[in-house]
T-cell receptor, first 116, second 113 residues
């Protein structure tokens, strides 16, 4: 069975600090997709990134960067120079395809608090 | 482009009642998935519909059901509500082919008393 583990339940840092959110996954599939979502207090999950299992290139988008390492089954997310608006719950997810359908398996989430 | 719309946003129901939640996906998206979010169990997959057909179902009792209409709008129904059904129910829409990013609505917060 597929599994996603986000060991950090809560992280609290001061604004402008860099912070890394860890994500470790388990799957027997050779083809799979990994995602990060942000959940602000309003409730909806906001898509941040998708990465497929064949692309281990790291990605940077503004202050956000992602480090995908297949050898350690990890897909970590770093926020550089954090801001108060980054405060949210962040979820890492793994895509499991069953009968053509896509099912997301989520980690438990990391609650990130950025203090001014 | 309008996002995913879920109605209602909040619901309070009594044990034993039934409830219907609605989700309108992004225009052009044919797949709708439902997830339940609780503090204890986190985000769990309920089911996924594509072109009015249920393609996959999560590990939930038969009290949880859903359907999709020809315009891709979806409803989920929970019968004989239990206290443990209190949760945020999130709907996600995708194109439906391949592992596309899913776009989520703001959810329906269901409280069972």
């Amino acid at each position: 069975a597929q599994k996603v583990t986000q060991a950090q339940t809560e992280i609290s840092v001061v604004e402008k600090e860099d912070v890394t959110l860890d994500c470790v996954y388990e799957t027997r599939d050779t083809t799979y997709y990994l995602f990060w979502y942000k959940q602000p207090p309003s409730g909806e999950l906001v898509f941040l990134i998708r990465r497929n299992s064949f692309d281990e290139q790291n990605e940077i988008s503004g202050r956000y960067s992602w480090n995908f390492q297949k050898s350690t089954s990890s897909f970590n997310f770093t926020i550089t120079a954090s801001q108060v608006v980054d405060s949210a719950v962040y979820f890492c997810a793994l895509s499991e395809k069953i009968q053509g359908a896509q099912k997301l398996v989520f980690g438990q989430g990391t609650r990130l608090t950025i203090n001014p | 482009k309008a996002g995913v719309t879920q109605t209602p946003r909040y619901l309070i129901k009594t044990r034993g009642q039934q409830v219907t939640l609605s989700c309108s996906p992004i225009s052009g998206h044919r797949s709708v998935s439902w997830y339940q979010q609780t503090p204890g169990q986190g985000l769990q997959f309920l089911f996924e519909y594509f072109s009015e057909t249920q393609r996959n179902k999560g590990n939930f009792p038969g009290r949880f059901s859903g359907r999709q209409f020809s315009n891709s709008r979806s409803e989920m129904n929970v019968s004989t509500l239990e206290l443990g059904d209190s949760a945020l129910y999130l709907c996600a829409s995708t194109h439906g082919q391949g592992a596309n990013e899913a776009f989520f609505g703001q959810g329906t917060r269901l409280t069972v008393v």
